[in-house]
């Protein structure tokens, strides 16, 4: 079946402009995850959403990140006023619930200029 | 003490050789582990799961828990070129959350 997908897969935006990063689940998952990795670095958690429950954001870095998720499915992670410390890739993970195993998208990498 | 913790590497084998991948939890209320392994420039992709104390084989790979000594390990016999990539270990956060934790990844490299 289809895995997670995400969109764009790469964004250059200038310095102060906001982004809209989306992502799909895999169907059926109820659990959705976004995550941040520089580049060598290990991954960040930014916000989790789990069913109708209010989401985890203990991982957005600032109040220029948020997150919403419609319709219990599709998430789109905002970033406004980006700046250069931003650029990163941009991971989106689901999961069904049962065994908390995420399954990770392909990415947006992300790149401030 | 991070709540998951992983030997950064780089660890080096050659082909054919046991590759022996290690990390270590505190959350002694942990039940289930996670091994991903992330290609440069790619995703991480899951690869092997364990709940329950002993050995849990998958092909080439191994993983072993021991909640006791809060340990669990990725063994990859009979090592690959194609096996080169970091390895990410993950447990669940404290409190039984779906929310997973992850090591920082150990870097393993298999020369031909």
């Known amino acids: 079946g289809a895995g997670v997908s995400q969109s764009p897969s790469n964004k250059v935006t200038e310095k102060g402009k906001d982004v809209e990063l989306r992502c799909d689940p895999i169907s059926g998952h109820t659990a959705l995850y976004w995550y941040r990795q520089s580049l060598g670095q290990g991954l960040e958690f930014l916000i989790y959403f789990q069913g109708n429950s209010a989401p985890d954001k203990s991982g957005l870095p600032s109040d220029r990140f948020s997150a919403e998720r419609t319709g219990g499915s599709v998430s789109t992670l905002t970033i406004q006023r980006t700046q250069q410390e931003d650029s990163a890739v941009y991971l989106c993970?689901?999961?069904?619930?049962?065994?908390?195993?995420?399954?990770f998208g392909p990415g947006t990498r992300l790149t401030v200029t | 003490q991070k709540e998951v913790e992983q030997n950064s590497g780089p660890l080096s084998v050659p082909e054919g050789a046991i590759a022996s991948l290690n990390c270590t939890y505190s959350d002694r209320g942990s039940q289930s582990f996670f091994w991903y392994r992330q290609y440069s420039g790619k995703s991480p992709e899951l690869i092997m799961f364990?709940?329950?104390?002993g050995d849990k084989e998958d092909g080439r790979f191994t993983a072993q828990l021991n909640k006791a000594s809060q340990y669990v390990s990725l063994l990859i016999r009979d090592s690959q070129p194609s096996d080169s990539a970091t390895y990410l270990c993950a447990a669940p956060t404290r409190g039984g959350s779906e929310k997973l934790v992850f090591g920082k990844g150990t870097k393993l490299t298999v020369n031909p």
């Open positions: 993970a689901s999961s069904a619930g049962t065994h908390y195993e995420q399954y």
């Open positions: 364990i709940y329950s104390n």
